[in-house]
């Protein structure tokens, strides 16, 4: 699953557009960015509330390509501007973690 | 609005930093000469010679109630060609009764903007009851200034010289070094980037410059929300690569329970942002091969952590 698809499957529209289009390894879901650093593999889509530019920063050490933010929150402009820089992509839904989550993993696993 | 007539946004911040954080009681001279409405200009007069000062606060009952500067007494010497005894009448008959004050609490920036604003000398320095606290001049500023940044660049000197300790032995084939913030969490996680980049750039393994941008994050953060701002420095060896992180305060209580995981003295706010959560150190331990830590309340922490290259 690339990540356009994945946003399609989430609902969410996309943000930061200007990314490559990588295929997912899966996704960690979490909104303490050092569980996320300890626990999150590269390529996997970073799950998470956290709409600031630490998490842009975080998804960048740990290789997450991109961010897909929960609950419909806002996304202030400098975390757009980082992601665009790193060529990671943000997208948006109004889903909560969890059915975001519930989703993906019946697309990728079920 | 008037502000510190040195431009805030390209100024060095420690210097701004010492304007904001140091209080007008901080540098005003608390010893003052004082006299009594009823004190004759003369006798004023003389109590300027002898201090070698050039304003007296008027003050009754410990209440600040006007101030004779030189000018008064200039004024009140050339009056004596028309009226002999000039020199003789009381303080309170020449003395400025609408006095320009300031808060021994307020930052020493707004007594920088107060000179920059009124032209006066001195300004008379009020506790928090309304009470005579003390007199402040621009060069009361300037020395105090001095002193805070001879204190600064002391510690600077003394951070360098730790820095050259540390590179002893061995030399690495790669050293950055950048410094942090307190609480600058725009730029937070930026030194961790370009450390990652670094080693990617010098073919480092994913696997390796992953366990190095943790341990480098964690330790980042920790300063940017910790500390009273310190430096990063990546050092990279042939077998291995090193990342140290020292502060300058304010050191760790109990660094045997910062090291237990889930305990973190982080606020409510920088909780909210997703940091704090008391995994910092413990992730930093877990992807190093070598780890250690030394703090000491009121001088600083430094954290060393060992990664090694051959490692897969």
């Given amino acids: 699953m690339r990540i356009r698809e994945m946003a399609g499957i989430v609902d969410a529209e996309i943000i930061q557009g200007a990314f490559e289009d990588a295929e997912l390894a899966g996704g960690y879901t979490s909104d303490l960015l050092s569980d996320v650093m300890a626990h999150a593999k590269a390529g996997e889509a970073l799950i998470t509330i956290q709409a600031h530019k630490n998490t842009v920063a975080v998804a960048s050490l740990i290789g997450a390509p991109a961010i897909v933010v929960c609950n419909g929150r806002p996304v202030p402009e400098d975390m757009v501007e980082a992601a665009r820089d790193e060529g990671i992509a943000i997208v948006r839904t109004d889903l909560s973690q969890y059915e975001v989550s519930g989703r993906l993993w019946k697309a990728l696993r079920g | ?312």
């Fill in chain 2, 1 to 312: 609005m008037a502000t510190v007539p040195i431009p805030a946004t390209s100024s060095p911040g420690v210097v701004l930093e010492m304007l904001y954080s140091m209080r007008v009681k901080d540098a005003m001279t608390g010893d003052v000469v004082t006299a009594s409405p009823s004190t004759s200009l003369h006798e004023v007069q003389a109590l300027m010679r002898e201090h070698a000062i050039t304003g007296v606060p008027i003050v009754d009952e410990g209440r600040l109630v006007g101030i004779v500067a030189i000018g008064d007494i200039i004024e009140a010497l050339d009056a004596r060609a028309t009226d002999a005894r000039a020199m003789e009448r009381p303080a309170r008959e020449a003395m400025t009764s609408s006095v320009v004050t300031l808060d021994d609490e307020m930052p020493l920036s707004l007594a920088v903007t107060y000179f920059d604003r009124y032209k006066f000398g001195r300004f008379p320095v009020l506790d928090s009851s309304g009470r005579l606290a003390g007199i402040i001049t621009a060069s009361d500023i300037l020395r105090r200034l001095l002193i805070a940044l001879n204190e600064e660049i002391v510690r600077m000197e003394q951070r360098m010289a730790g820095r050259q300790r540390a590179t002893e032995g061995p030399v690495p084939a790669v050293e950055l070094s950048f410094g942090t913030a307190p609480l600058d969490f725009s730029r937070a996680g930026n030194v961790s980037q370009r450390f990652k980049k670094a080693l990617v750039e010098r073919g480092c393994p994913p696997a390796i410059a992953r366990r190095v941008a943790v341990a480098s994050y964690e330790l980042e953060l920790n300063q940017v929300i910790h500390s009273k701002g310190g430096v990063m420095i990546l050092r990279v060896f042939n077998d291995t690569i090193e990342v140290i992180a020292q502060d300058e305060g304010p050191g760790i209580a109990d660094v045997d329970q910062a090291m237990q995981e889930g305990f973190s003295t982080a606020n409510e706010w920088v909780r909210s942002l997703g940091f704090g959560a008391g995994m910092g150190l413990p992730n930093v331990k877990r992807v190093s091969d070598e780890f250690s830590i030394q703090s000491e309340l009121g001088k600083g922490t430094t954290v060393r952590a060992v990664i090694r290259w051959s490692k897969e």
